[in-house]
């Protein structure tokens, strides 16, 4: 019979490796999280508000706190929407959620690797 892994409650991948094992790594960030962390922060910078950007977007403020948060999925024709209340192009944000991944995985690297002086 062979191994049957237990499907994730939460929508997350189970924490484990291959053995089976705890893993002490940290899992890689999830896109929608990245990229909710580059609004807000073009956002903040813009020093505008939650309700100004959803308003200009055409989509409720709930929702655009959902997805600065990394909660929901933002589909690409309200991604488009986003940016262009922000008056930042969407290669833009694309580019620097490509730049937070690639420093996150970079650390991550960086830490599985300890030197031990004999």
Known sequence: ??????????????????????SPEQP??????????VLRDERLEQERTLADVAERAAVSLPYLSEVERGIKDVSSDVLHSICDALDLPLADVLERSADRLRIDA???RSTRFQLVAA
């Open 28 to 37: 890689e960030p999830r896109l929608r999280d990245v990229v909710g962390d």
């Open 1 to 22: 019979m062979s191994n049957v892994l237990p499907f994730p409650s939460n929508g997350r991948r189970a924490d484990r490796d291959a053995d089976g094992s705890d």
């Open 106 to 108: 970079g650390s991550q």
